[in-house]
């Protein structure tokens, strides 16, 4: 149980504070570079984002079910605010999914073919739905942190 839930919490904290760190320091550092500047340096960025997510993706609910069933006793056993965990990341990682399959992958191709300004369009597409799972991943913390004082 130690270790399961210690990685549920190092993948829960790399996914969301590297969102963290895109939006909030990465994104207004970079909106005074040029477009083609701009856009290389996100592109490289996602690059390197990207697995570390789809790790997280995998880690979370392997580690979280493995929990529920060998450590909490099973669904019944569990307080509303693991539930809501539960139904929060799965949300998350649909969003995830999404950017993923309809933006980050065309942005990369856009990015190798040189076609700046549509790389441009999936990268704000793709910060939009950081931005939600930014907030939902946010909310889980605080939700899970304080759900047990409810």
Same mark, same amino acid.
């Given at each position: 149980?130690?270790? $399961?839930?210690?990685?549920? /919490?190092?993948?829960? @904290? *790399?996914?969301?504070?590297?969102?963290?760190? $895109?939006?909030?320091?990465l &994104?207004? *550092?970079?909106?005074?570079? +040029?477009?083609?500047?701009?856009?290389? /340096?996100?592109?490289?960025?996602?690059?390197?984002?990207?697995?570390l997510?789809w790790? $997280?993706?995998?880690t979370?609910?392997a580690?979280?079910?493995? #929990?529920?069933? !060998?450590?909490?006793?099973?669904?019944?056993?569990?307080?509303? !605010?693991? !539930?809501?965990?539960?139904?929060?990341?799965? /949300? @998350?990682?649909?969003?995830?999914?999404?950017?993923?399959?309809? +933006?980050? /992958?065309? #942005?990369?191709r856009?990015?190798?073919?040189?076609?700046?300004?549509?790389?441009g369009?999936?990268?704000? &597409?793709l910060? &939009?739905?950081?931005?939600?799972n930014?907030?939902?991943?946010?909310?889980?913390?605080?939700?899970?942190g304080?759900?047990?004082?409810?």
């Amino acid at each position: 149980m130690p270790i $399961a839930f210690a990685l549920h /919490l190092v993948a829960a @904290m *790399a996914w969301v504070g590297g969102m963290t760190f $895109a939006l909030l320091i990465l &994104r207004p *550092a970079a909106g005074t570079l +040029d477009m083609p500047t701009r856009v290389g /340096l996100w592109s490289r960025v996602l690059n390197r984002f990207i697995p570390l997510v789809w790790v $997280a993706v995998i880690t979370l609910p392997a580690t979280g079910y493995w #929990m529920i069933f !060998h450590g909490f006793g099973g669904f019944a056993a569990l307080g509303m !605010h693991m !539930h809501v965990m539960q139904v929060a990341g799965w /949300l @998350m990682i649909g969003l995830f999914l999404l950017a993923f399959l309809r +933006d980050f /992958l065309p #942005m990369r191709r856009m990015v190798r073919e040189l076609l700046i300004p549509e790389a441009g369009l999936y990268i704000e &597409r793709l910060r &939009r739905i950081m931005q939600v799972n930014l907030v939902l991943g946010l909310l889980l913390f605080a939700v899970v942190g304080a759900g047990r004082y409810w």
